[in-house]
Structures are given as structure tokens and as C-alpha cells.
């Protein structure tokens, strides 16, 4: 018996080689790797040459059989593979891409695309490291397992749903508008998020209001209504009046004192992660994917692709083999070791729901590190602090709890209530680990109990303006599209959305705000995410098509869900797909798009004819329509952006930007012009010093 086991990407391929050489098992294997994704589905005019038109006539288009297109950046890879199929000389295929929806698509699109009719066998691991590969090597699941099966039927119907979506009303919505507007199922509903925020502020008319302080000189009180429950006068004339009324002694009429005990937090799914990457270091969400996804290739990290925040119980017994890997990290070293020496305690912590559940689980566990020591291992800055966020999260479920008394105290100045607040750490527990991220605490009030008379040092007037809600940032964007019932009133469409997990997937949200980054209809401004006009105009024009909500992405991700359950058959799926697809294109095509031109902007002086260099949607073209210079904004997945362009056109060079070489190799390299063409520009290595 002979196998041919094909992995996602070739360093996965050639772990998985480096075990089967120690191994011997009842077949022999040959191996092979992809590259990621390297068929795709046909574009429209593949289908039919009329497609090629973009006409409202021609829409929706929806093909009777869906057929795959080998990507041009794989095409080598995919012939590789295909020669070694068509030798006749496996028995089975071994499908070895990630364990979950995507690495079933990336197989069976290849899988479709060469007509292979091998039976194959899934490998299926959330780790990396020698013993994980021996296990799902020697655990090898048949194709026609119920769950494998569902999970790949999911797959295919969402790349096609996403197809539908994409494709016909992006071209409605561009005929219509007169430019390109790109639609997408999550992407829209995203943005719709972000341009509602920015209409807020937009809007928003700053109130001033006014509020009156008690100075006891070690801690302040502030004046509060407790008829109206608020600490705020509308005009100063209100808390001048309440400011003459008061006497030059506070009496402490009410102390309450509460203790809350908080235990540490569950591990870390990827959104959790991304969230405490943007809020501690400000990376943004698809660079900690990139980053985890690195630490799981160095066998450091546990499949970073989950939406779970528990482990399995199977893994739970093993847990000590990870706390001995954190130890080996010097700066926890000391908590690692003294977690590790009461046994009992990590047991009792392994038998908790909090941490510990099998029902709820997802294609994988919770993220952690894995049993492979950190020993000598050369981490970039960046890996080594999502590394040291993991290690966290995982030795603090097993430190005690954060216990704090926190005290509300009311106060009498003449017949005018005023209230003071604070707390005192008890214990400061697993938050020992944090103390680096820990913001300016706050101070705990005075002894002092009820009864007590307190002299008032000095009383003032805050004279403040109400503010706009704050732009998303990574963190609290990601937040929403997981929360997104929270912009529906349906209770039972938010039912719907929870049980969704929001819109998008732990996998792709990061790129789909990546997405409407590069595409115009949201910018950066810091650490904060805008909408531009023209992500405004689109929504504005969408007005309250089924697209916008998030509750279409929501729906559809419920019934993908219901497929892998096997309580949704595939082929009912697809007939209400299509009735959906056919309604909703409908629509948009009655729909008056009112999107006005993009802005014209100049990047500079052209090299070859001297006239305006100008942005368009895929690059930065001279004005001058006889001349054909162009610069596209992606080269090698690298993105020249309008100020890389303005310094080439300057004569300067750009800022390093990371390309992807044909071989799949990553690195960055500056750019500059020569003549009319691009040429890199690599960073020498320095020398160490003799």
C-alpha cells in the first residue's frame, strides 16, 4: 500500500516527514505540499463569454455546475502535484491541510479540480509537535466520516455563497453606481458597523454640562441627584445655586462595602487574542494572525484558527507537559515551577468548566502553548510577545483569584448628597502576571465610618463638554462583528447572531477589515478605524438592503453551521440559496445608487511624460491617456500605498514592505524607480562586530 499525503503548506509537510521516518506504519508515504489555496472558482466569463459584460441584463448569474481555475501564483505547484496523481502509483491520498473548514476547501477544490477519484484519509491535528503528528498519523479518519463530510459540504457552499454574493451584486451595485463597489457578505455588514459610528460623530454636537467636587484632600466627592441618578447640572447657574447651600463639614451617612473575587479569564480563542495583541501592543488583527500562525509553524502554539476558549478533557491530562514548557521561559520560570508543584491544584483546575469542556468546543480548542520548550528558539519582537500573551493566559487560570473590596461612600455637605468611590486589592492573584500592563490604579479611600464628620478643604465647579463615542479600533471592531446582535432589536434574529458567533469567522475578520482598508472604504488613523465618504456613500445608497445587516451573514453562517450539525441537508442549502441569490440581486437592481466619482488624487509627476500621475482602483496611472505608464498598488501581495508612490515618483525610496516570493519565502524590501521600473531594495545584514 502506498499514500500520497498532500499538506497545506510545505513546512507542515516537512514536520509531518521528520516523524514518518521514525514511524513504521502498514503503508509507505510520499509526501507533497500546497501553498495555500491553489485552484479558485472560475470567474463569470469562464462560464459563458456573455458574462463578460458587466449588464444588469446579465445578472444574477448562477451556473449549473461551479468549476475550479488554477490560481497563476500556483500553477507550478498544482501541475507538481497533478503528475504525481496521474503516475497511478497511490492506493490513497492523505489530506493533511489545517484541521477545519478552510483546509477541507483547499483539499477538495484541488481534490474536484484534477478528477482524482483515490479514496482519501484525513489527517487531523490542532498541534504541530512530534507526538501530536505521531497520534493523527497513526489516527487517520476515513472521508466518509460523518463529521469530515458535513464539514466539507459546509465548506464548498460558502465559497459558493460567497461567489454569488460577491460577484452579482458587486457588478449590480457598480452599474448601478457608476463606479466599482465592491459587496460582500461580511464585508458590507462590516463596514455598515463602522459607517454608522462615523455618522455618529460626525453628527455629534458636544453638550457642555457641569459638575461640583468635595476636596478632602485625600480623596474627592462628586454631587449627585438621586432622584434624577445623575452627577450632572445642565448650566452653571444650577451648580452655583447647590455650591452656596453647602457648609464647610461633609457627614458620612451611608458605607458600603462589597468584595468581588475574579478569576482568570478562559484561554485565549483568536478573537481574545487579537483584542489583548491591539489593546497591550497595538497590533492590529490580521498581524497577530500572522504572528500566531508563525508560532504554530515553530511548533510553539496550538492551531491558532479557533473560535473555542476551552480544551478538550484528553488534553487537559496532559496539561503539565505545557506548564513545563513555560517554565523554560526564564521570566516565568518562578510561577511556572510553583504551579507545577502542586499537582493537586492543577488537577482540580482541569476538572473546571470554566476551562475544561468538551461540549464546547469548535473545529478546535482554545489556543496555548504546546510541550515544545522555548529553549533557543529566535523569536522576532513581535512573536516573542503574542508567545508571552498565551503563556499568560495559561498559568493565570491556574494562580488564584483577583479579590478587591470596592466601597461607595455617600456624603452629606448641608442637605446636598455627594458620592465617593474606591478599592482596595485584597489579593492581587493571576493579575501578577499583568502588572507590566496594569494602567495607574485606582487610590482606595480613607479609613472612615458612618457618623463621621469630614472637613471640606475646598469645593469647585468641572466645567465639561459630553463627548463623541470613540472610532473602533481592531480590538473593539472585532468585538462587534462577534457581538453584531447588538445592532439588531429582533430578539429573535439576536438569538440568531449568538448563536452565529456574530459575522465572519475567528479566520477571516482580520482580513476582511484588511479588505475595506485596501479598497477605500475605510482608512487608518492611528490605532483607529474611519469610514472614508466613499464607504459612507455606499452604505448610505444601500440604505437597508438585506446585504447591510448583519443579521444576512448571520442566517446563512446558521445554516453552514447546520450542515456540519447534520441538521441541515446540503441540497435544501442550495435550492434556498439560490431563491435568495435571485430575490436579493433583484433588488439591488432597482436600487438608485447615488455614489458620487472617487476624488482624483496626485501622486506626483510621471517619469516618462511628466504630466499627473493619478490614483485609480488598481494603480497609479499617468493622466495622460497616450502614455502607459503603470504602477500597480499589489505587487508580490505587497500593497504600494499613495505615499509609497508620491516618494518613488520623488525619487526616493518606499518603506519596507513585506512581499511574498513565488517559492511562498516572506521577507520585506524597500522600493525605488528606475527608469519606468520597480526595483527592490534590500536592507544589507550587519556584520557582528569582531
Avoid at 481574545?272 to 504572528?291: H, V, Y
Avoid at 465572519?504 to 469610514?531: D, F, N, P, V
Wanted: aromatic fraction near 8%; charge should be positive.
Amino acid at each position: 500500500m502506498r499514500a500520497l499525503l498532500i499538506a497545506e503548506k510545505p513546512s507542515l509537510m516537512r514536520d509531518i516527514q521528520k516523524v514518518y521516518k521514525k514511524m513504521s506504519l502498514p503503508y509507505e508515504i510520499d509526501f507533497a505540499a500546497f501553498v495555500g489555496h491553489v485552484v479558485e472558482l472560475k470567474e463569470p466569463h469562464e462560464y459563458h463569454a456573455e458574462w463578460k459584460k458587466w449588464s444588469l441584463d446579465m445578472l444574477p448569474m448562477m451556473p449549473v455546475k461551479y468549476e475550479f481555475r488554477v490560481k497563476k501564483s500556483a500553477y507550478k505547484v498544482f501541475k507538481d502535484i497533478e503528475t504525481l496523481l496521474k503516475t497511478n502509483e497511490y492506493d490513497f491520498l492523505i489530506n493533511a491541510c489545517d484541521a477545519g473548514m478552510e483546509g477541507e476547501n483547499i483539499f477538495y477544490s484541488f481534490y474536484k479540480k484534477t478528477g482524482c477519484k483515490l479514496p482519501v484519509k484525513r489527517f487531523w491535528t490542532s498541534q504541530t509537535t512530534d507526538p501530536a503528528i505521531r497520534h493523527a498519523l497513526e489516527h487517520l479518519i476515513d472521508e466518509n466520516d460523518i463529521l469530515i463530510k458535513n464539514l466539507r459540504n459546509a465548506a464548498m457552499y460558502r465559497m459558493i455563497f460567497d461567489w454569488l454574493v460577491g460577484l452579482n451584486l458587486t457588478r449590480a451595485a457598480t452599474v448601478k453606481g457608476g463606479r466599482t463597489i465592491k459587496i460582500g457578505r461580511v464585508m458590507t455588514p462590516t463596514l455598515a458597523i463602522v459607517v454608522k459610528r462615523e455618522l455618529e460623530i460626525r453628527h455629534f454636537v458636544p453638550v457642555p454640562y457641569f459638575q461640583l467636587e468635595l476636596d478632602f484632600g485625600d480623596f474627592k466627592a462628586l454631587w449627585y441627584d438621586p432622584a434624577a441618578k445623575t452627577n450632572k447640572f445642565e448650566t452653571i447657574e444650577a451648580a452655583q445655586a447647590v455650591q452656596r447651600k453647602l457648609t464647610e463639614t461633609a457627614y458620612v451617612a451611608v458605607i458600603e462595602t462589597e468584595r468581588k473575587t475574579l478569576f482568570a479569564p478562559s484561554l485565549h480563542s483568536l478573537l481574545e487574542l487579537q483584542k489583548e495583541a491591539n489593546k497591550f501592543f497595538g497590533f492590529t488583527s490580521s498581524e497577530t494572525l500572522k504572528i500566531a500562525q508563525s508560532l504554530y509553524e515553530k511548533k510553539l502554539i496550538t492551531y491558532p484558527r479557533t473560535e473555542s476558549k476551552h480544551l478538550p478533557t484528553a488534553f487537559a491530562k496532559e496539561i503539565s507537559g505545557n506548564l513545563k514548557a513555560a517554565a523554560s521561559v526564564p521570566h516565568f520560570t518562578q510561577i511556572a515551577n510553583a504551579v507545577l508543584n502542586n499537582q493537586s491544584h492543577i488537577q482540580k483546575v482541569m476538572h473546571s468548566k470554566r476551562y475544561v469542556d468538551d461540549k464546547k468546543l469548535t473545529d478546535h480548542h482554545a489556543i496555548t502553548i504546546t510541550d515544545v520548550p522555548l529553549g533557543r528558539k529566535s523569536l522576532t519582537p513581535g512573536e516573542a510577545k503574542i508567545y508571552d500573551l498565551i503563556v499568560k493566559r495559561l498559568l493565570a487560570i491556574f494562580l488564584p483569584p483577583y479579590i478587591v473590596d470596592k466601597t461607595n461612600v455617600t456624603l452629606l455637605c448641608g442637605k446636598e448628597q455627594f458620592k465617593a468611590n474606591g478599592h482596595i486589592v485584597i489579593d492581587k492573584g493571576y493579575t501578577v502576571l499583568y502588572d507590566s500592563h496594569r494602567k495607574k490604579e485606582e487610590k482606595p479611600l480613607p479609613m472612615m465610618k458612618e457618623g463621621d464628620t469630614l472637613t471640606v478643604l475646598a469645593h469647585q465647579i468641572l466645567s465639561k463638554m459630553t463627548e463623541p463615542p470613540p472610532r473602533y479600533t481592531d480590538s473593539t471592531l472585532l468585538d462587534a462583528m462577534f457581538h453584531a446582535g447588538r445592532f439588531v432589536e429582533d430578539k429573535k434574529l439576536q438569538a440568531i447572531l449568538k448563536d452565529a458567533e456574530g459575522i465572519g469567522t475567528s479566520a477571516t475578520r482580520a482580513e476582511i477589515i484588511e479588505k475595506l482598508l485596501s479598497i477605500g472604504m475605510m482608512s487608518r488613523e492611528g490605532k483607529s478605524l474611519a469610514a472614508t465618504d466613499f464607504g459612507i456613500d455606499v452604505i448610505t445608497s444601500l440604505g437597508d438592503h438585506d446585504v447591510v445587516s448583519p443579521v444576512l451573514t448571520a442566517i446563512w453562517s446558521k445554516k453552514l453551521k447546520d450542515i456540519v450539525d447534520g441538521t441541515l441537508d446540503s441540497g435544501q442549502f442550495y435550492g434556498e440559496m439560490k431563491q435568495f441569490i435571485q430575490g436579493t440581486t433583484d433588488r439591488m437592481k432597482n436600487l438608485e445608487m447615488a455614489v458620487p466619482d472617487k476624488q482624483v488624487v496626485v501622486v506626483g509627476s510621471c517619469v516618462s511624460c511628466g504630466e499627473q500621475v493619478v490614483e485609480g482602483f488598481k494603480g497609479y496611472n499617468c493622466s495622460n491617456k497616450g502614455c502607459k505608464f503603470f504602477i500597480s498598488k499589489t505587487l508580490m501581495k505587497g500593497k504600494i500605498t499613495p505615499t509609497d508612490m508620491k516618494k518613488l515618483l520623488a525619487g526616493k525610496e518606499t518603506r519596507d514592505i513585506r512581499f511574498t516570493w513565488k517559492s511562498g519565502k516572506k521577507g520585506k524590501a524597500k522600493l525605488k524607480l528606475v527608469g519606468e521600473k520597480l526595483e527592490f531594495v534590500f536592507t544589507p545584514i550587519k556584520q557582528p562586530k569582531k
